[in-house]
């Protein structure tokens, strides 16, 4: 059975900053384009960061600078560095995992998800 478990989140004023976990099990960790997407009341899921197989990476717009996604595959986890955080970063954040290259906004929203963790920014 996959699971995804992401912890981290917590409220943090603006400019501050979090580390988001994402720890698997029962996948193939190595073989999975990782992601990080988040949701707000009202909106669709978005893509924040995702990394690929090889370490590629690629970021939304809003977050290019301030964020940074890694992954440590003998831990089997994936990781979301969040730093000068802004009010509009407010959301949950969900871990994501799928086969195949680095996804776009666009992309239909696929694989296995994880429970999300709530990221408050207090201005």
């Known amino acids: 059975q996959v699971q995804l478990v992401e912890s981290g989140g917590d409220l943090v004023q603006a400019g501050g900053s979090l580390k988001l976990s994402c720890a698997t099990s029962g996948l193939i960790f190595s073989m999975n384009t990782m992601g990080w997407y988040r949701q707000t009341p009202g909106k669709q899921r978005e893509l924040v960061a995702s990394i690929s197989r090889s370490g590629s990476t690629m970021y939304a717009d809003s977050v290019k600078g301030r964020f940074t996604i890694s992954r440590d595959n003998a831990k089997e986890t994936v990781y979301l560095q969040m730093n000068s955080l802004k009010s509009e970063d407010t959301a949950v954040y969900y871990c994501?995992?799928?086969?195949?290259?680095?996804?776009?906004?666009?992309?239909?929203?696929?694989?296995?998800w994880g429970q999300g963790t709530r990221v408050t920014v207090s201005s």
């Open positions: 994501n995992a799928r086969l195949g290259g680095l996804p776009t906004a666009t992309t239909t929203l696929s694989g296995d």
